[in-house]
């Protein structure tokens, strides 16, 4: 869902007919690209730059996989990272991550930028060519800092198999020192380009011949002295001579002045019959060229037979391959043919650029056409109707870039541009920013005479005020907003606020009514962004009442949202995990929560996601005794908390929260270092005075399993019970449980059987009224089987003793429970040749990598098993995660070895 843009920036232009053949510097560039980490070609505009790549493309032929990518004025980092991506795909790279998500990373903090170049060095050296270039054209346009910065770092990463060639006017603030150092560098500059005297001749001769060779040696070279060989003075000359103006363009002295060029132009153009002179006025707003654009900006029938009349005199243009012919106007052309329009047809602008836009896939570019009409109001409710989804299915980076498109006194007056950054804050648990551009949106939504919208807008400010943990200032808010006057999903949204208000003020026992009564309203949308909107808190699941209202937010979630990995998917499916999971269901939650941990893989993952996804397998790996995979999850989880674009820090309740949850995995699994060590650094119980009764009851929990691993049984049932004062406290994950089974443990061997036994009951009592174990299976086996083998004489029944032994059972009841439980990315390829129904693999992706094997590529892959082409670079990354490969060549080799073989 991110932008679109014009193919044709991932299009090398082709070959134009009539070139004059130029040995000597193809063949130096050709040498160049095949040896060389970066190939720079920097010369001022007009040198042939693009028409010297072009060529060499030409050249190299099969010696070299091209990724071309052309910049365009208003690109910023993310931008041509998403062109790369796209200019990418044709060599099937198995991405690991999906390119929207990692063009969405890359817009992140420096780390995430960091951590997306990793990702893409990575997909380049697993990508299956002998040699790879990435070409970028008209790098002079590039205004963002951090673009070269990017391109500094890949190139001192990339892979061995690939090269970079830069093409620009002016020189780029690349660490080229240090390239030329370790000859990494060649470089082609003004010199390297100018035509020499021979080539001169060879451009001339067409339109010479009749004047003979030694009329031709002549004006060669006149017209080299005159042009000193700059090529698109050379042009203007060849054209001129064909045109019978020959004498013009040869005595005109300095030909690499812009002015003369200018002139030189205005006389082409003159010469133009006037429709072809207005057709081409009007479509220079256009970047590319083509019938159906043209014919659209330009009101003018006969678009197609311009275009070929454009192309039949040679102007200056680069014809591009694709569904239908494209040619794209080189700068100085484009700038000159402006200047002209802005200074005849000035009244026709607003019209030409809303025409463009009306055309224009790309959100970005049709935002800069509106706003170059002027046409606020429009350019505001395209991004209005975007926006959302793009924030929801792949980050609020490229959102942020568009809000950036309008002039600072636009975006203050517009309430659908602030609430633009409400949601772009929300996204990323800013609540500040989101608070106050919820408050911007609601002023300018009540100026404006929108009541309802301004309503809607105060329900943010509730959402953003809940998140800054002041829930019961977000009641307030929400009573004097009048929510029957208004939409359903402004009903569904003020009921979220009220569940979390619930929550923060520790009402757990309000939270899962609550949030039925939300999904009542939200169950008959397919709306995603409504759904998504609604989704739960990760702190919420495990609470007691959640149970149903989680299968009904899972179903309902994975229905609305496509079939394809998505913040809302990958929640949904540990919503349904956690289900699995509390219901003693240990090898269906892990099968589910696999689907979501990949989800997260090639999502990125984005804030929420981490929290989900990471929060729950933590506590499922360490009830598996895996604490390699464990750890592995929490420290995923705790990078939310370094990431500066997200609301949440070190130091914060919410950051103390995990904390504790790392203890708390930990101590499931068994890692006693880890719960000390862990522990050791938690916040004092002094300095959680004022923190919500949640986690100071929390807080309490920990003590008592430090106390408990250190052998101080009396100390360790004191923290608990204390734990357990505060009614429904510890509800989040289930905890009530399973410290009312620790502490029973403790009481049982301080010998107060009594105790024991009652505290017991009460646990049996509150799982048979959840209908499901939940926490108490997080004291694992051996702590259920010590409760059920204990002499209670008659302080238990038998009853009781005979579900402690059922639950126990949870943990070996499934065959393939152990299996399933242990992370796909965390596994070894297997040693052995398995047969097809052995691997790891499902018979989907076994399907795909037989055509992996045969060669076959994504898009025919897709042909042939009728899948997305989205569908099946996820197949082929959960093959490369399940087998621990790199490569598409790897997969195949292990396929012939272990399947076919």
């Not at 060389?36 to 007009?46: E, H, I, Q, T």
């Not at 089974?741 to 036994?757: H, I, K, Q, S, V």
């Not at 302080?795 to 639950?807: F, G, I, S, V």
Request: glycine share 8%.
């Amino acid at each position: 869902m991110t932008p679109s843009f014009a193919l044709t920036k991932i299009q090398p232009p082709r070959p134009r007919a009539g070139l004059v053949a130029r040995v000597t510097l193809e063949e130096r560039l050709v040498d160049a690209a095949l040896s060389k980490r970066l190939v720079l070609v920097a010369a001022p505009a007009g040198f042939g730059k693009t028409a010297a790549l072009t060529r060499l493309i030409a050249r190299l032929g099969g010696a070299a996989s091209v990724a071309w990518v052309a910049v365009d004025l208003d690109d910023d980092a993310l931008a041509l990272l998403a062109c790369l991506c796209a200019a990418l795909e044709p060599f099937d790279p198995p991405w690991r991550i999906d390119p929207e998500a990692l063009v969405a990373m890359a817009g992140g903090s420096r780390g995430d930028r960091r951590a997306a170049l990793g990702e893409l060095v990575n997909t380049l050296a697993a990508c299956d060519v002998r040699r790879g270039l990435i070409v970028v054209d008209d790098a002079h346009r590039i205004r963002d800092a951090a673009v070269f910065d990017f391109v500094d770092q890949l190139l001192e990463r990339l892979p061995a198999q690939w090269g970079l060639i830069v093409a620009t006017r002016s020189e780029p603030p690349l660490s080229l020192a240090r390239l030329r150092a370790h000859d990494e560098l060649a470089e082609f500059r003004e010199p390297d380009l100018r035509f020499t005297l021979d080539e001169v001749g060879a451009l001339l001769a067409p339109a010479a011949a009749a004047d003979g060779a030694d009329s031709l040696d002549a004006t060669s070279r006149r017209l080299l002295h005159r042009t000193h060989g700059w090529a698109v003075g050379l042009r203007l000359a060849v054209n001129s001579l064909r045109t019978g103006h020959a004498t013009r363009a040869a005595i005109a002295d300095g030909a690499t002045d812009r002015h003369v060029f200018d002139y030189l132009l205005a006389e082409v153009l003159d010469e133009m019959p006037r429709e072809l002179r207005c057709f081409l006025l009007r479509c220079s707003v256009l970047s590319e060229l083509t019938a159906g654009r043209c014919a659209a900006v330009s009101a003018d029938a006969r678009a197609a037979e311009w275009l070929e009349e454009i192309e039949r005199r040679g102007l200056f243009v680069s014809v591009l391959a694709g569904a239908e012919p494209t040619l794209r106007l080189h700068d100085l052309f484009r700038d000159f043919l402006q200047d002209r329009l802005r200074r005849e047809m000035a009244d026709e602008l607003p019209l030409l650029y809303r025409r463009a836009a009306a055309g224009e896939p790309d959100t970005l570019r049709r935002i800069g056409f509106l706003v170059r009409a002027g046409d606020w109001s429009e350019a505001e409710a395209v991004l209005a109707r975007a926006g959302a989804e793009i924030i929801i299915t792949v980050g609020p980076a490229p959102v942020l870039r568009l809000l950036e498109q309008f002039p600072p006194d636009v975006r203050e007056r517009s309430g659908a541009l602030a609430h633009m950054r409400c949601l772009c804050a929300w996204s990323r648990w800013d609540w500040p920013r989101m608070g106050e551009s919820a408050r911007q949106a609601q002023a300018a939504f009540e100026s404006a005479g929108d009541t309802l919208a301004a309503y809607r807008s105060g329900i943010y400010v509730a959402v953003a005020t809940a998140g800054a943990g002041r829930g019961r200032d977000a009641l307030t808010l929400l009573d004097a907003i009048p929510i029957d006057r208004l939409e359903t999903r402004d009903a569904a949204l003020a009921g979220i606020v009220r569940v979390y208000c619930a929550f923060d003020i520790g009402r757990f026992d309000e939270v899962g009514p609550l949030y039925a009564r939300v999904l009542d309203t939200v169950e008959p949308s397919d709306s995603v962004i409504l759904w998504y909107q609604c989704v739960p808190r990760a702190l919420q699941c495990g609470i007691h009442g959640m149970r149903e209202p989680l299968a009904r937010f899972a179903t309902g979630a994975l229905r609305a949202t496509p079939d394809t990995p998505t913040p809302l998917r990958a929640m949904a499916y540990v919503a349904e995990g956690w289900g699995e999971f509390l219901a003693g269901r240990f090898a269906a939650a892990a099968r589910v929560l696999q689907r979501a941990e990949a989800d997260a893989r090639w999502l990125g993952p984005p804030a929420n996601v981490r929290v989900y996804v990471y929060g729950a397998l933590s506590m499922l790996h360490a009830l598996n005794g895996d604490r390699a995979a464990s750890r592995h999850a929490v420290d995923e989880l705790m990078k939310l908390f370094d990431d500066p674009d997200v609301g949440y820090r070190r130091g914060s309740v919410f950051h103390a929260y995990y904390q504790m949850h790392a203890v708390r995995v930990a101590d499931i699994g068994g890692d006693v270092d880890a719960v000390l060590a862990l522990a050791a650094a938690l916040p004092a119980r002094s300095e959680l005075a004022k923190a919500p009764a949640m986690l100071q009851a929390f807080r309490d929990g920990i003590e008592g399993r430090v106390a408990w691993h250190r052998g101080e049984l009396e100390h360790a049932a004191d923290a608990f019970a204390r734990a357990l004062e505060p009614p429904l406290a510890l509800g989040v994950f289930g905890q009530s449980n399973e410290i009312r089974l620790r502490l029973a443990r403790a009481w049982l061997r301080l010998g107060r059987l009594d105790e024991a036994a009652a505290m017991i009951t009460a646990a049996l009592d509150s799982a048979e009224r959840a209908g499901e174990p939940g926490g108490a299976l997080a004291i694992g086996a051996a702590g259920l089987l010590e409760l059920a083998d204990a002499a209670w004489g008659e302080r238990l029944e038998p009853t009781a003793t005979a579900q402690l032994r059922a639950w126990a059972a949870c943990f070996a009841s499934e065959a393939d429970g152990e299996r399933a439980l242990r992370p796909a990315a965390l596994e070894a390829a297997p040693s052995a040749a398995p047969t097809a129904s052995a691997t790891p693999l499902s018979a989907r992706e076994l399907d795909v990598l037989r055509h992996i094997a045969a060669g076959d590529s994504n898009k025919l892959i897709a042909r042939a098993l009728d899948l997305s082409p989205h569908t099946v670079k996820r197949h082929v990354a959960n093959i490369l995660d399940k087998l621990a490969l790199q490569s598409r060549g790897q997969a195949a080799a292990w396929y012939r070895a272990h399947v076919a073989g």
